[in-house]
């Protein structure tokens, strides 16, 4: 069969074979063919833009409280293998900082969705928080696109450095895609509950929808007009028949 009609991401990396968001999983994915990952940024409270999802620690690591109250020397002695999923199979696995991130997946030629938490942002500001994002990633290029459910985030992005731009839609009101209408990101970004079949809103950006678990639901909203699929479950994503 001939490849898809669909870019596929992996989300945090490979998190149904690796914990989310961390070097092996994004390794993994990459290597079992998609066309891009998509991975999470919080800050430390020295500046450090992190790779990590959560603006608590529990769900992943094996420490407890808010990651913007430690210092990323901190973090880097708290281990995100996920115990709760994997046990101990992937211990010990430090918090990486972007930096570390980027460094490491610089030679590989997929696109590399960077969503920027909003958890942090009422500390640091939106433009120090970019600015560092931007810094951190570098080794990336232009493979880079910088995402989040922050709208103002989006919209100083969009005025102060030339990466595609990716909106993460709360909802699908009038007044939501009037919005959208305004920002003209490269991306629009939303759940497949959130959309009946066939009624993506038509504009000038590209459709990424996420929470995808199955080839034949990548198949459908392909057809509806999706050009990103989003997943955890890569390898029934990719797969070929």
Partial sequence: MSKPDWKTVGHRGYPSRFPENTLPGFIAAIEAGVEAVEFDIQMSRDGIPVVFHDDTLERTTTAIGA????????????????????RESFSPLPIQSLAELSQALASYSVEFFIEIKEDCLPRIGPNQFLEKVLQASAPLGDRRRIISFDYDLLVLAKNTCNLPIGWCLPDTATETLQKARDLQPDLLIAEPLNFIEGELWQGAWQWFIYNINTHQEAQRWAVDGATYIETNFVHEIIKRG
Wanted: glycine residues 0%.
């Fill in 67 to 86: 990651l913007k109250e430690l210092d990323f020397a901190e973090l880097q002695n708290i281990s995100c293998h996920y115990p709760q999923q994997f």
